[in-house]
């Protein structure tokens, strides 16, 4: 039997969502054959997996349309469709594809309302609860995009629109067309760039934050070792990420030791421990935690309710400076 947890609700920046503090990430469940794929993925274990999620009391999943080339929200779909659980649905757009699978990136109107009808579709709904721009490219086609997902809101398609990887200066750009609800930023102990200038300016302007990658793509689970990273399949694009490869990535293992060490007081996993690290800054609203099997989502679903105490934030702020990447 699943015990379901009741977590605070975190208000979303300046909308009405009310987030648990972790939600479940589709980017891995997109599955293998394409740029960014994590290789070969069971489309009833990403199932399982999403299910789990919502038992256990997660109340948001966070897609994109170009996570598998549009399968990923069609897995999200299927599981909707075979639970009884209501989830706020989030999906990203402005990366598209060719008949070949090759990768290209448009943020004209025209594509853009192209994308949306197709997420609905994909989906299965009949309005998209925040709708994201997933990169701010290309540049000159910012205005345009941002103008175009106020309007789809306006027509209902969407009721709150946000941001993924933009620089304060693209978030000012398009402030002065339409507020922004969220930004999706990478942030974790080992990209913590977000907390110089993007996290201040999410705090003083009202908008909320769920960060990607908090585990850095697995990195950071416990479950990680120099002989599974060696082994990942040929298309899994971690094999070119720079943590994944030395110099970095003794010293990464050794911070899971760390994590590990704390996580064992608590009987909680290194994972859940360094998701409870960007959840300490009260910049972030919620984390997305990916999933690709029910047993890796109750293992991490400690992270609902977990929090770092300021000693042990301290211990690992501690490492890090001494163990410079």
């Known amino acids: 039997m699943t015990t379901k947890l009741s977590p605070t609700l975190r208000t979303l920046g300046n909308s009405d969502l009310q987030l648990t503090p972790i939600g479940f990430g589709a980017w891995a469940i997109g599955g293998g054959n394409w740029e960014y794929a994590w290789g070969p993925q069971d489309d009833n274990e990403s199932i399982a997996a999403i299910h789990r999620a919502l038992d256990l009391g997660v109340n948001w999943i966070d897609t994109a349309a170009i996570y598998g080339l549009g399968h990923s929200e069609e897995v999200v779909a299927r599981a909707l469709k075979t639970t009884s659980h209501k989830p706020l649905v989030f999906t990203k757009c402005s990366m598209r594809w060719h008949p070949d699978r090759s990768i290209y990136r448009s943020l004209t109107a025209a594509s853009l309302a192209e994308e ?9 709904v009949e309005t998209i609860d925040l709708y994201q ?22 027509q209902g398609k969407i009721r709150w629109i946000g941001v993924s990887n933009f620089s304060v200066e693209q978030m000012k750009r398009v402030q ?38 908090p585990m850095v793509s697995g990195l950071l689970t416990g479950k990680m070792t120099a002989e599974r990273v060696a082994a990942f399949p040929a298309d899994d694009w971690r094999r070119k990420s720079a943590e994944f490869n030395e110099p970095r990535l003794s010293r990464n293992l050794k911070l899971v030791e760390l994590l590990r060490e704390i996580g064992d007081g608590h009987k909680v996993s290194p994972g859940v421990v360094a998701v409870a690290w960007t959840l300490h800054n009260p910049a972030i609203t919620a984390a997305i935690v990916g999933g690709r099997s029910a047993a890796q989502v109750k293992g991490l679903s400690p992270a609902l309710e977990f929090r770092l105490s300021d000693e042990e934030y301290a211990r690992i702020h501690a490492f890090l400076s001494t163990n410079k990447a």
């Not at 701010?136 to 175009?148: K, V």
């Open 176 to 213: 002065k067309i339409a507020p922004i609800a969220s930004l999706q930023p990478p942030y974790s102990m080992l990209r913590p760039a977000a907390e110089t200038e993007l996290l201040p300016f999410a705090q003083a302007n009202r908008i909320g934050v769920i960060n990607y990658s």
């Open 116 to 124: 949306l009808e197709a997420s609905l579709r994909r989906l299965g």
């Open 133 to 154: 721009i997933h990169w701010p490219d290309p540049d000159a086609e910012l205005e345009e995009g941002w103008e175009a997902l106020s309007r789809f809101r306006e």
